[in-house]
T-cell receptor, first 115, second 111 residues
Framework: DAGVIQSPRHEVTEMGQEVTLRCKPISGHNSLFWYRQTMMRGLELLIYFNNNVPIDDSGMPEDRFSAKMPNASFSTLKIQPSEPRDSAVYFC?????????????FGPGTRLTVT | LAKTTQPISMDSYEGQEVNITCSHNNIATNDYITWYQQFPSQGPRFIIQGYKTKVTNEVASLFIPADRKSSTLSLPRVSLSDTAVYYCLVGGDNAGNMLTFGGGTRLMVKP
């Protein structure tokens, strides 16, 4: 298995532009997580999907952020409009969940820089 | 929401056993305890998960006392490649219980 796949690996954009991050979870996993990591705030959970349904999005910073999971093999995290404070590494992770969340497998991350 | 407290950093030497303790005083009945390892420029990697007593795998052991208000990750005979940040998480009962990464413990293994 190729593991969790994220694209792009690096993204540099200007303030005000729309940014779309993509994630392909591991086949057979039924949960997907989006995290954001910065030096100041550490690793933060943004949103958690279970069976393609958003379970809790209380970690999403504000309305500029949105996430979708149209099917079991694809998810997107969109920022519109982007701001410099959104600069961070964004990780996608997937796991199999049944009664509890088992080990999460993280992707390589997308390093986003907003200028 | 269960909060975890870990030492910010620890130093060790190659070949030693390292024990990292995590405090989680308000852990809930359904919460599990999970540890992750993160190397620079990589996503976290699962190490071990447990609910109570002791869990051991090929990488580490996890000790959880009866009151579950703390847990200890034990890494036997560390090597330089074990230098990383180690995170303790509490939660994950699949009921919308958010998984919160704290600040982690930065372990430095010296030769």
């Amino acid at each position: 298995d190729a593991g969790v796949i994220q694209s792009p690996r690096h993204e540099v954009t200007e303030m005000g532009q729309e940014v779309t991050l993509r994630c392909k979870p591991i086949s057979g996993h039924n949960s997907l997580f989006w995290y954001r990591q910065t030096m100041m705030r550490g690793l933060e959970l943004l949103i958690y999907f279970n069976n393609n349904v958003p379970i809790d999005d209380s970690g999403m910073p504000e309305d500029r952020f949105s996430a979708k999971m149209p099917n079991a093999s694809f998810s997107t995290l969109k920022i519109q409009p982007s701001e410099p404070r959104d600069s961070a590494v964004y990780f996608c992770a997937s796991s199999f969940t049944s009664g509890r969340v088992y080990e999460q497998y993280f992707g390589p991350g997308t390093r986003l820089t907003v200028t | 929401l269960a909060k975890t407290t870990q030492p910010i950093s620890m130093d060790s030497y190659e070949g030693q056993e390292v024990n990292i303790t995590c405090s989680h005083n308000n852990i809930a009945t359904n919460d599990y305890i999970t540890w992750y390892q993160q190397f620079p420029s990589q996503g976290p990697r699962f190490i071990i998960q447990g609910y109570k007593t002791k869990v051991t795998n090929e990488v580490a052991s996890l000790f959880i006392p009866a009151d579950r208000k703390s847990s200890t990750l034990s890494l036997p005979r560390v090597s330089l490649s074990d230098t990383a940040v180690y995170y303790c998480l509490v939660g994950g009962d699949n009921a919308g219980n958010m998984l919160t990464f704290g600040g982690g413990t930065r372990l430095m293994v010296k030769p």
